[in-house]
């Protein structure tokens, strides 16, 4: 099979830690193009930062890509507002057109200026893109259109260029493209078979692993309210979250 040819970035970015409500939370989304060559770690760009360190960064999510293919679209969506008018909208590290969801799986690898970097998991939106779009839905439009972007993990480390190319060079698991994840993940979440593919999908990190096999055995799948909404979720008076039954079907 004939590798597609090498993708320009659009930009490389890095974000140092910022208030992003009027609580003073910080976070390291509002990222800046880099100017020149900056040094890849195992755990992301020398100088790019995130605020909460539970849930974001680390080996697993060491570099965030956003495809700039989705940014005309969502201007279609939600207007030509002033944070879609350069790459960085979603706090992502390598802007780039011609790779999207359907491109990219789970496993696949890059080289990238010296580095060498490999597909690790979709991401998963949060609160912060409302305050950052000023939109009070807009991590659950992302997590519904399936316009995520994705992470790297980082192969091989060293320096990066913002005029560097990326060069797919190998495909572990083709079959798992980050949008045909998505779909089990988001859309049909209680898929018996493929939740099963999922939680022995190894390549993936634990806590993705983790979702599948808990809906096997839970027969239901996770609230998302308090990741999406930045609050926690109410509770009906019989414990069952947001008043949604999603009961995986008997047999």
């Not at 755990?43 to 989705?70: I, N, W």
């Not at 970097?117 to 779009?133: A, D, I, T, Y």
């Not at 806590?207 to 599948?212: F, I, L």
Request: charged share 25%; hydrophobic share 35%; proline share 7%.
């Amino acid at each position: 099979m004939v590798e597609p040819a090498p993708i320009a970035l659009d930009a490389l970015l890095i974000g140092s830690l910022s208030p992003i409500d009027d609580r003073g939370t910080l976070s390291g989304i509002d990222k800046r193009p880099a100017l020149g060559p900056v040094h890849l770690g195992t755990t992301g760009f020398a100088g790019d930062h995130q605020g909460d360190l539970k849930r974001h960064g680390g080996p697993d999510k060491a570099v965030h890509h956003y495809p700039r293919d989705h940014y005309q679209t969502w201007v279609d969506e939600i207007g030509s507002v002033a944070r879609l008018q350069q790459p960085g909208a979603f706090g992502e590290n390598i802007s780039a057109l011609g790779l999207t969801e359907s491109d990219v799986a789970i496993g696949d690898r890059f080289r990238l200026g010296e580095a060498l970097l490999e597909v690790s998991q979709g991401r998963q939106p949060c609160w912060k893109l409302n305050r950052r779009f000023d939109l009070p839905d807009m991590a659950r439009r992302v997590q519904q259109t399936g316009r995520t972007g994705w992470y790297y993990r980082v192969i091989e480390t060293g320096m990066v260029s913002p005029d560097d190319r990326m060069q797919r060079v190998e495909r572990r698991h083709p079959e798992w493209t980050v949008a045909r994840l998505w779909h089990y993940l988001y859309v049909d979440t209680l898929n018996r078979e493929a939740l099963s593919a999922i939680a022995d999908l190894a390549i993936l990190p634990p806590n993705w692993r983790d979702y599948a096999a808990k809906r096997l055995r839970t027969r239901a799948v996770e609230d998302w309210s308090r990741r999406l909404d930045g609050e926690a979720p109410a509770s009906t008076p019989d414990g069952a979250v947001d008043g949604r039954d999603r009961s995986l079907p008997n047999g």
